[in-house]
């Protein structure tokens, strides 16, 4: 179903929206609450003031640009949940992304055919897993003990990446663009069904006291 004209007035209240297409910019104002539990579209702007939150779960939220200075959780209990944002948009984070479990895959990608900018903030992995696929990521990246990352698409890593002791990187099928890689912990470069490769920017190092394993 489609929702058009004006904007909800969420009240300072939660709500829960499923198999959805909202035609309008979204703004959540502090203790305001979305939970998307079916697959639904924002095709316009998104944004969450400090104190309010969206929490994708178990369904996938095509997104227009966000401006994220709330908390955006990603909860794979139920089914895999997945943030794809539209081509050429980017996600603006001052607050938190978090992914608050991965039963199920979770995925924040470009939409298929162009790609998606991530810029602010990392991403809080909390001891979790996630796949990225067909995005600019331009925070600096920390992945710590428990933490993967997989990318499954050709993305961008434009500053320093570090993989901690017992934090681990895949890529899987595609091509990682990263700058400075500082790896205490593992790299998977890993070519089942196309190639895989790790390109490095010009000048930067890969600082290895870690694995990086062919597999």
Do not use: H, K, W
């Amino acid at each position: 179903a489609t929702f058009s004209g004006t904007d909800i007035d969420f009240n300072s209240l939660d709500i829960t929206i499923a198999r959805l297409t909202y035609n309008l910019a979204m703004t959540l104002a502090a203790s305001e609450d979305i939970i998307f539990t079916g697959d639904s579209t924002l095709s316009s702007t998104l944004t969450l003031a400090g104190s309010s939150s969206v929490t994708i779960s178990g369904c996938t939220l095509n997104t227009s640009t966000i401006n994220n200075s709330g908390t955006i959780y990603l909860d794979g209990t139920s089914g895999a949940a997945t943030l794809s944002l539209d081509n050429g948009t980017t996600l603006t984070n001052s607050g938190v992304v978090q992914i608050t479990n991965d039963a199920n895959t979770v995925t924040i990608q470009g939409d298929a055919g162009g790609t998606a900018t991530f810029s602010g903030t990392d991403i809080d992995y909390n001891s979790n897993s996630v796949t990225l696929l067909r995005l600019n990521y331009n925070p600096i990246a920390t992945i710590s003990s428990g933490e993967v990352i997989t990318i499954t698409g050709d993305t961008i890593f434009s500053t320093t990446l570090t993989i901690n002791s017992g934090g681990v990187l895949r890529i899987s099928n595609c091509t990682l663009y990263a700058a400075a890689i500082n790896n205490s912990g593992t790299i998977y470069i890993n070519a089942p069904s196309s190639a895989a490769t790790l390109s490095l920017d010009n000048g930067t190092t890969l600082t290895n006291s870690g694995v990086v394993q062919i597999t």
